[in-house]
Nanobody
Framework: QVQLVESGGGLVQAGGSLRLSCAAS????????MGWFRQAPGTEREFVAA????????DYANSVKGRFTISRDNAKNTVYLQMNSLQPEDTAVYYC?????????????????WGQGTQVTVSS
């Protein structure tokens, strides 16, 4: 079982930046691919970004490509999501997730462990 704790959310103006962190409590963090998902009120949870367990491969939703960057530090058991040029439509609760696999996927159903989420609000 992997426990995940997100942090770094908050309120930011449009065009601003935030960096989310997700700390994992597991000895074998480098055995897990990681993903970020988000859910806005009244919508389904959607894929944002994923990173392979080594960090060598990443994937992004089209809506965030070029603005968001996912990275990980396996020595610190932490995955990050750097979010730049934030827009009001990025407002959501952001969740990190862990998948016991080499590569992260876009499907939330391939992730076995989830954090509680952190709120990101972008004002116009």
């Amino acid at each position: 079982q992997v426990q995940l704790v997100e942090s770094g959310g908050g309120l930011v103006q449009a065009g601003g930046s935030l960096r989310l962190s997700c700390a994992a409590s597991v000895r074998t963090f480098n055995s897990y691919a990681m993903g970020w998902f988000r859910q806005a009120p009244g919508t389904e949870r959607e894929f944002v970004a994923a990173i392979s367990r080594s960090g060598s491969s990443t994937d992004y939703a089209n809506s965030v490509k070029g603005r968001f960057t996912i990275s990980r530090d396996n020595a610190k058991n932490t995955v990050y999501l750097q979010m730049n040029s934030l827009q009001p439509e990025d407002t959501a609760v952001y969740y990190c997730a862990a998948s016991y696999s080499v590569l992260g996927t876009r499907s939330q159903f391939t992730y076995q462990n989830w954090g509680q989420g952190t709120q990101v609000t972008v004002s116009s």
